[in-house]
């Protein structure tokens, strides 16, 4: 037994310190998909940053010592939770290539529909781990109990001590969270650079947990300069009257065609990679080569990579931009709101049906709270799907079951429609033994499960490719007009050599899907190739090429997108748009209507 107090205290401290840097290597291990090679030396490269997160570690468990008053349990408690955090982790970077973010948070009440895109056993495991670091913790307190024996206290004095040093501690944690949760300081506290651009570069540059502190910014959601009723109100009735000014247009009516807008999941063309990934001499999307040959097409810049469909989702339907709320707006914002203008609201005040069409949960990203936010009447979910062909041993409904549940839709409504179909057959993982053969081998990757993993994606996109075919000649028959905006919303995340090649150029492919415009009648443009651009743009897109009538906010899209038509963080990295009014007031309408007062609403949902 220790008799002297004081050197319990530093024993203990010792022993916090300690546990403190092994907390931040393990969570290092776990960030590098549990290389304990590249967490050392990391750790090595970066010694003032590894003691920096040792010390904001050490207060984390501290203030859990302040709670449970075991020392033992109160880092078995917080090592715990990083085994947690790294799955988290480790599962979002096997599907996205990107690290998890605070916002992912956003999504714990869709874990039960998350579970379907990971390893069950793994999850066991992860469960079993969990288990026995709490029982060692609780056993290591148990021999050492007479060891670290505590002094005898009065019984009225515990409590308050107890209390009075969780408050201290709660305290002193929150004051160091205050401190970093502005990016600012803690970049002139640390003399860290944060990447805004690429958190797969920031977090292995500065940390798992620098880096995921430098993404609490509480300066993240902050109204832009220059917001007020006034001017909010000025830049919408401009809008209004360019909108109203413009009388060339068609009506919808007398365009008297279905809409179609088509998010292809992880929908990419290989071809363009071929020179950093070396696979069979094929094509693998032959029938979107020849689309592209006969109908209006371009490149999307996608802002996300491996992920974020709902960003993507949200900007082509809404003509807006994440670009200045880097958040998830569906989840985030939108689904705080009463309404929110978009095409599906646009078109209903023009006597066209809308309805979206999802072979996956309704829940997922809060779509069937979201979307009647932005003025659709209906949404089909897996549950209601007939048609349910899978692929192998894929766990989602293929892309020709979303097609043929997207047609039959068209064919039962007695009304011209415009629909929002998101597909899922391509969505991640991409497991080694999904189908009997990959018909494509990468030959140039040497990492066995990356290696799988692309193959199996192209395999998957392939498949994606004919089904599109097949679609298109059904509507090529199909006894009412319909015009089809086609994209991929970004690629999958198989590409890590890629997202952190040296050269901007090679870091952009990751982020450049395709896009088309098709029609079954005759679309009166001789316009082929489409500029490259972000989603937010592609509708605009649409409504001009079909020079019909559109929604009023787009009339400031004109501007910005002939301006700064890619509007996204990987493509600026450090920099940023070319400043303009057009950009100024883009920036100002976004808050206003998915963040602020919504003082332009009744003015451009007309």
């Not at 990107?98 to 956003?106: H, I, K, Q, R, S």
């Not at 781990?129 to 307190?141: E, G, H, K, M, Q």
């Not at 070396?278 to 020849?290: A, C, E, K, R």
């Not at 469909?309 to 705080?336: H, K, M, R």
Request: hydrophobic share 40%; with cysteine.
């Amino acid at each position: 037994m220790i008799k002297n107090r004081r050197k319990q205290i530093l024993i203990k401290i010792l022993i916090l310190m300690a546990a403190a840097f092994f907390c931040v290597w393990l969570l290092e291990y776990r960030a590098r998909q549990n290389n304990a090679g590249a967490a050392f030396l990391w750790v090595a490269r970066n010694p003032f940053v590894c003691i920096c997160s040792a010390g904001i570690m050490f207060f984390v468990i501290l203030l859990f010592y302040g709670i449970f008053r075991k020392l033992f349990l109160s880092i078995g408690m917080v090592t715990a939770g990083i085994l947690i955090i790294g799955y988290i982790n480790i599962a979002k970077h096997s599907f996205r290539g990107v690290p998890v973010l605070p916002e992912d948070f956003a999504l714990t009440d869709q874990a039960g529909t998350l579970t379907k895109f990971v390893d069950f056993g793994s999850i066991v495991r992860l469960i079993i781990a969990v288990f026995l670091t709490i029982i060692l913790a609780i056993i290591l307190d148990s021999l050492t109990k007479k060891f670290f024996q505590k002094e005898k206290v009065a019984r009225k004095d515990r409590w308050w001590r107890r209390y009075l040093m969780m408050s201290r501690l709660a305290i002193v944690a929150v004051a160091v969270a205050g401190l970093l949760v502005t990016t600012k300081i803690t970049k002139i506290w640390f003399r860290q650079d944060f990447v805004a651009w690429s958190q797969v570069v920031n977090y292995d540059k500065n940390g798992f947990l620098l880096g995921f502190v430098s993404n609490i910014d509480s300066e993240k959601y902050s109204q832009p300069d220059g917001y007020t009723e006034q001017k909010i109100k000025d830049i919408a009735d401009r809008l209004a009257q360019k909108a109203k000014a413009d009388t060339k247009r068609k009506t919808l009516g007398s365009l008297d065609a279905n809409i179609l807008i088509v998010l292809n999941e992880s929908f990419y063309d290989p071809e363009i990679i071929r020179e950093y990934y070396d696979y069979t001499d094929t094509d693998v999307t032959p029938n979107l080569h020849n689309l592209q040959k006969t109908y209006p097409h371009g490149t999307m810049y996608s802002p996300e990579y491996g992920g974020g469909t709902a960003n993507i989702e949200y900007a082509v339907l809404t003509g807006l931009t994440n670009y200045w709320l880097d958040s998830i707006p569906y989840t985030n914002f939108i689904v705080n709101k009463s309404s929110v203008p978009s095409v599906a609201s646009f078109v209903n005040t023009n006597s066209l049906a809308t309805a979206t069409v999802h072979p996956f949960s309704g829940s997922m990203y809060k779509r069937d709270k979201v979307l009647p936010i932005l003025g659709f009447d209906d949404f089909v979910t897996e549950e209601e799907f007939i048609h349910r062909e899978k692929d192998g041993k894929s766990e989602y409904i293929n892309d020709r079951s979303a097609y043929q549940e997207t047609l039959d839709k068209l064919t039962e409504s007695s009304e011209k429609m415009l629909i929002s179909l998101i597909t899922m057959q391509n969505h991640a993982p991409y497991s080694e033994n999904e189908y009997s053969e990959n018909k494509f081998e990468v030959g140039n990757v040497e990492n066995t499960k990356e290696k799988s993993a692309i193959e199996t994606y192209l395999t998957t996109v392939n498949n994606a490719d004919k089904y599109l075919g097949e679609f298109i000649e059904k509507l090529n028959s199909f006894d009412e007009k319909t015009v089809v905006l086609f994209y991929g919303d970004h690629s999958a995340g198989v590409f890590p050599d890629l997202v952190s090649n040296e050269k901007k150029e090679a870091r952009e492919i990751t982020h450049k899907t395709p896009y088309f415009i098709y029609a079954n009648f005759d679309l009166d443009s001789d316009t082929k190739d489409l500029p490259e651009t972000t989603p937010n743009c592609l509708s605009n897109t649409l409504f001009n090429l079909l020079n019909v009538q559109k929604p009023t906010v787009f009339y400031l899209l004109d501007a910005v997108c002939e301006e700064s038509p890619v509007l996204a963080k990987t493509y600026y990295e450090d920099g940023g748009p070319f400043a303009s009014t057009a950009i100024s007031e883009y920036e100002l309408i976004t808050y206003d209507l998915v963040v602020g007062n919504q003082w332009s609403l009744d003015i451009l949902r007309k």
